[in-house]
């Protein structure tokens, strides 16, 4: 025993003294040389021996471990000329160097947003774009290795509404709205709609992605009927010069185990990059009433990308997906095995989760860019409960060709793009008949971004629909940015929005879709939305150390004659209706940033009025929290030590039955430390105040043979804690 402490001792000590004996860093600070705007994302390194880093979302940049002597640090990025910077190793002094990058003249001026098909800046579109960088990324990665839940949960205006206790399945809601108004994609592929919407967020391992993007209102214009509360585009990483191997292993107080590796590496004209995720969980009972609030499961995903590069202007990528899971929830007596005459509910999941996606690109001598893509998935998902089945099977495919012109002072996009869905439920169903659907959709846009002046920006865009059930849409959509000055902006901006009806929906996934009749597409009507936004950006540096900023948004939707599902009369189905009526939705919200030298302070405030105006009776949304508080503050010195506390607040909620839930709040704590240049320790607590719903009050009614379960309005979880570690080659 003494030889095991003091060899730990020894280790740790070893580890201390790398650190101590490593101290040549350089920091610096890098913006864009005409506007003096910070550029994130900006590639840092060592040339030749490639240490390096990237900037984050403030421009700023630190590089560890760098060798004495004299040393070429190269700044680079797309649409920015390449930087050099010669520099003697150890630094007189302790200094943070200013770099600016002066926009390349060889190749595209700005840095493509996926989500807007546009190549401009950020700060250039007109359309309000959030983005979840890879830094914060990787601290949501520790916290929840699994899925991307916690990722979504905690930003501003996005709620992820858990539908069942037992099999856990949840939905994005945006400003209010149910999550079927709210689009999912990867790297702009529709690849989580439909029938795989419920179990979504909880089947996108976080390790492969690049960013997150975020576009709060509708966006139907660009990417069709769906996009009415926002889109949420997961960007995954691409093969850089730079081999990159990343593997990730957790355990937490729950009994899970998380495994995933990421690989990436270009060869000559070739790159492949390569993911993989294993997920287990026993089956938790955190209110000890007997049923599980989290489920047993067990999950393998697999993502291969291949690319070939014929030459620096034409690119194409394909994708493979795949993603197989056991999930079984329920009383735990039968899932332990101990199933008998009192003991017999339970509900398992089996889904099987296929897809392929490629994607050409070609750069022209003009700088215009052609861009053909399709993508094709296949999803089955069986439900099984103790007496009752529900098994089905969904087709997906998607195909877009878009041809992108840049001009001097406005910048088109054209495209054409076809899609389906395709339903179909297994089984004979001799009393209300099978659930089957297909939906289809050929679409044209346009979509025009015009430099009025330095300080002026518009962005217009028109989508014309045609679906299978001979509806026509047209969806305007039109966006303005003004540039006040370097330190103030203001966005407006407004669309036209629709949704096919559908069988699945919050309320649907909640009845695991038992004793639904059929979609009549001769009675139902697409669900039409108007929406606008606004919002006005300040942000400064107070004095080197020291970044602000704020932002303040404003939000109204509209939704004409929304999908319900209803009792049909004198009966013990339920049938999807048209409401006589609408459902409001606005707000704002509030994002405030500061920073100082190491330390980061985040809050985030969230006002939502959504109601329902049916029939001339005026109800508050269900499950719509009017105010809610994000709060994170973090210390971190980069590559070497981070750690973080976050607060969270949702106000009281209305049930369906019109009874208000109480408020709560919600905490958090994360480190993790890098010991070594390859290998980091995390350590996270999670909801450590406990909060959980099952504490204020029974999650079921009936007996535990027929459970009746309460609307899920808060945590049902409650407190877990995880570690383990990150490697990085």
């Not at 190749?107 to 947003?113: Q, T």
């Not at 697999?302 to 079984?328: Q, S």
């Not at 039968?334 to 070609?362: C, L, M, P, W």
């Amino acid at each position: 025993m003494k030889f095991r402490f003091t060899f730990i001792i020894g280790l740790i000590l070893l580890c201390f003294g790398q650190t101590l004996f490593s101290q040549n860093v350089f920091r610096a600070t890098v913006k864009d040389k005409e506007t003096k705007e910070a550029l994130p994302g900006v590639s840092a390194y060592i040339r030749p021996a490639m240490i390096g880093s990237t900037t984050d979302a403030n421009g700023r940049v630190s590089i560890q471990n760098i060798p004495s002597g004299a040393q070429t640090l190269v700044f680079s990025m797309i649409g920015y000329a390449e930087q050099k910077l010669q520099l003697t190793f150890p630094l007189q002094k302790d200094s943070i160097y200013l770099i600016l990058l002066a926009a390349s003249e060889s190749e595209l001026e700005e840095v493509v947003v996926s989500s807007t098909r546009s190549s401009r800046t950020i700060s250039n579109i007109p359309t309000r774009i959030e983005t979840i960088a890879s830094g914060e990324l990787e601290e949501k990665a520790v916290m929840q290795p699994g899925n991307i839940k916690m990722l979504l949960t905690e930003s501003t205006g996005i709620q992820v509404q858990q539908t069942s206790q037992v099999s856990g399945s949840a939905s994005i809601r945006i400003q209010g709205l149910d999550g079927k108004y709210t689009q999912l994609l990867q790297d702009g592929f529709l690849l989580y709609s439909g029938y795989a919407e419920g179990l979504s967020v909880l089947q996108v391992p976080p390790l492969n992605l690049k960013r997150v993007e975020v576009v709060k209102g509708s966006s139907s214009t660009l990417y069709g009927g769906g996009a009415i509360a926002g889109l949420v585009n997961l960007i995954t990483k691409e093969p850089e010069e730079k081999r990159e191997i990343s593997t990730l292993f957790n355990t937490n107080t729950t009994s899970a185990l998380d495994m995933s590796a990421y690989y990436s590496e270009k060869y000559g004209k070739a790159g492949l990059t390569f993911y993989t995720a294993g997920n287990l969980q026993k089956a938790y009972d955190a209110g000890d009433d007997g049923l599980s609030d989290i489920p047993r499961f067990k999950r393998l995903t697999i993502n291969p990308n291949f690319f070939y590069y014929f030459d620096k202007n034409t690119t194409l990528n394909i994708g493979l997906n795949a993603g197989l899971e056991t999930r079984k929830g329920g009383d735990m007596q039968v899932i332990k095995g101990n199933a008998d005459t009192e003991h017999i509910y339970y509900e398992q999941d089996n889904t099987d989760r296929y897809s392929a996606t490629a994607k050409f690109n070609k750069k022209f001598a003009d700088k215009s860019v052609l861009t053909v893509k399709g993508s094709g998935g296949y999803f089955k998902r069986l439900i099984e409960q103790n007496d009752y089945d529900f098994d089905g099977s969904q087709f997906s495919g998607f195909g877009e060709a878009s041809y992108f012109i840049p001009k001097e002072k406005m910048d088109w996009v054209f495209g054409l793009n076809a899609q389906t869905d395709d339903f179909s439920q297994s089984g004979d169903i001799p009393v209300t008949g099978k659930l089957d659907y297909t939906n289809s959709v050929v679409g044209l846009f346009a979509q025009n971004t015009w430099n009025i002046s330095q300080k002026f920006i518009a962005e217009s865009g028109l989508r014309l629909d045609y679906t299978n059930h001979n509806d026509f849409f047209a969806l305007p959509r039109l966006s303005f940015l003004y540039k006040i000055n370097p330190h103030w902006s203001s966005r407006v901006g407004g669309g036209l929005g629709y949704k096919m009806p559908t069988v699945f929906s919050e309320d649907s996934e909640e009845r695991a879709f038992c004793n639904i009749l059929p979609l009549d597409f001769d009675k139902l009507k697409p669900e039409r939305s108007y929406g606008v936004n606004a919002d006005v950006d300040y942000k400064t540096e107070l004095f080197d150390e020291l970044s602000f900023s704020i932002n303040q948004m404003f939000f109204y939707t509209i939704i004409q004659k929304p999908l319900l599902l209803n009792e049909a009369s004198g009966t013990n189905y339920y049938a999807f209706t048209n409401a006589d009526g609408r459902i409001d939705t606005k707000g704002f919200e509030t994002n405030v940033k500061l920073r100082y030298g190491d330390f980061s302070c985040y809050l985030g405030y969230t006002f939502t009025d959504a109601v329902r105006k049916f029939d001339g009776t005026n109800t508050i949304n269900p499950l719509t929290a009017k105010h809610r508080i994000n709060a994170n503050v973090m210390y971190e010195i980069e590559d070497k030590l981070r750690l973080s506390y976050e607060l969270f607040y949702v106000s009281p909620q209305s049930l369906s039955t019109g009874e208000q839930t109480r408020g709560y709040w919600i905490m958090g704590a994360s480190a993790e430390y890098t010991v070594l240049e390859f290998l980091s320790l995390f350590v996270n607590f999670e909801n450590f105040t406990d909060t959980r719903q099952s504490r204020w009050g029974d999650m079921y009614t009936g007996s535990i043979r027929n459970p009746q379960f309460a609307e899920i309005y808060a945590p049902t979880d409650g407190f877990i804690a995880n570690a383990g570690f990150r490697l990085r080659f």
